[in-house]
DNA sequence: CGTTGAGTTGATGGAACTCAAATAGCGTGG
DNA sequence: CCACGCTATTTGAGTTCCATCAACTCAACG
């Protein structure tokens, strides 16, 4: 139950293991309390592979699993506003996608693979009858399902009332900070997304992220070349984040 | 169990029941239920008057219960990069505070009273012990705390990638909107914020949102009198706030 | 009637958008 | 392996929008 054979052809981002994704917490508990048939096995617990580009499922689909991006990543997209979809969040490796349909059931973004994409699908109704029959796996769910609202948060914080370079510093400070907690080298990685999708995503233009990358390197703090990113000098790329 | 005695000088915004506060659906089940022991009284319903400017509870601060608004409005702010804060969210009348917190039961937030504000607060105990009574209740919280994360992602789609006037005009729609839903008259009322947390939340200035009311009240799409706003062709200025 | 604070209006500069052109990656097929 | 063509990305020049700073209005209040 750890590894997939992989058909990648492509050097695509780690691959995790089950003890980096954000499930884990959820099914630790669950583990515990009876270990025969609360096993991943006994979760009927299925692996799929979206290719990029393709939807994984559509706002206003009824929504029945969780997702837990194995490798890859993920864009999530509102719809409302814009006609191509705005970005709301990028999942990575190791995170987790669709927690907030599962009060509503029925979902409020299109989720499309940014890349060539590895899911675990988890039917909500497994985890559902997992948390009634303990209470320490319900609280974890509240848990998650609060902690799922705060990407938005942080994307809010991020843009909001910052110049072009503060959000680009800050973005690759996120992304850098994500991967490095899945266990990933969190200094030097490759940018699953173009241009449009981050510039989408900071509410800028494709021109002017990539002015801000050029600028970053000029200034030595870290080093790109098309979707590989190298970070040098966090420290200081921090203080251009938080425009100190 | 409706009223309380108002000390209010000025014209406050419309004083709210519980059959148009945001918990009922989740009282409701419970009350139905057991009739006895679950009413309002038994879950040890207060109520608390906030004067404008004071805080009711900071971030880092231990959140044991839900806030209500019934009048006043109560700002959200984000401490993490401003000095003074960054307005993530005003709770207007009807609306609740510090659900995202109860997963998590320490605050992110501070929650400041924008005007004197009236508020009901219910201990998170006794409806923790209720929805362990009631799947049903359960469920509704999952709802509402899922819910409780959308403000933001609205906000973010409000301001990202939008100009002044859209992001002003949007807002404005907004507020007129959940005030409508709670029953208040939507077409006029008062803004209970000043410019600067207006300008603040929309991640403007001061100065650019007195322009954008002047240049709406030009286009004969509102009026301003300071802090009274009227609506006078909402169809027109959701246009103008969706940049079509 | 002067003071105070919120709100409005005006003038100016800078940051980011727009349009346009140049360049670099990358897959494909010779 | 290299040339080709396509797309993504970078760079450049001009324009627009909003922040900034400053002056001004207005209402409330002693």
Redesign the interface.
């Known amino acids: 139950m750890r590894d997939v054979a992989s058909t990648d052809r492509n050097a695509v981002p780690a691959r995790t293991g089950c003890e980096s994704c954000g499930l884990w917490r959820v099914c630790f508990p669950g583990l515990v309390a009876s270990a025969a048939e609360q096993r991943l096995n006994g979760m009927r617990l299925r692996r799929i592979r979206v290719p990029g580009g393709k939807t994984l499922y559509r706002s206003g689909d009824r929504v029945e699993s969780f997702y837990m991006i194995r490798s890859g990543c993920i864009k999530e997209l509102?719809d409302?506003?814009?006609r191509d979809g705005?970005v709301?969040n990028f999942a990575l490796p190791g995170e987790m996608l669709s927690?907030?349909?599962?009060?509503?059931a029925v979902s409020n973004t299109r989720t499309v693979a940014v890349e060539a994409s590895s899911l675990c699908v988890v039917p909500w109704d497994a985890f559902s009858e997992l948390g009634?029959r303990s209470?320490q796996v319900?609280?974890e769910?509240?848990?998650?399902?609060?902690?799922?609202?705060?990407a938005?948060?942080e994307?809010?914080?991020l843009?909001?009332?910052r110049e072009a370079i503060e959000r680009v510093s800050g973005f690759l400070l996120n992304v850098s900070a994500r991967l490095q907690s899945r266990g990933v080298r969190g200094r030097e990685f490759r940018l699953a997304m173009n241009r449009d999708d981050i510039a989408?995503y900071l509410?800028l233009r494709s021109e002017t992220v990539s002015r801000c990358f050029t600028e970053l390197a000029r200034r030595n703090l870290i080093r790109v070349r098309a979707k590989r990113v190298q970070i040098l000098n966090s420290p200081e790329l921090r203080k251009v984040s938080?425009n100190a």
């Open positions: 509102d409302s506003h814009s705005a709301i927690l907030q349909c599962l009060g509503p009634t209470p319900a609280a769910f509240v848990r998650l399902i609060a902690r799922s609202g705060l938005a948060r994307l809010l914080t843009i909001r009332d989408n509410g938080l």
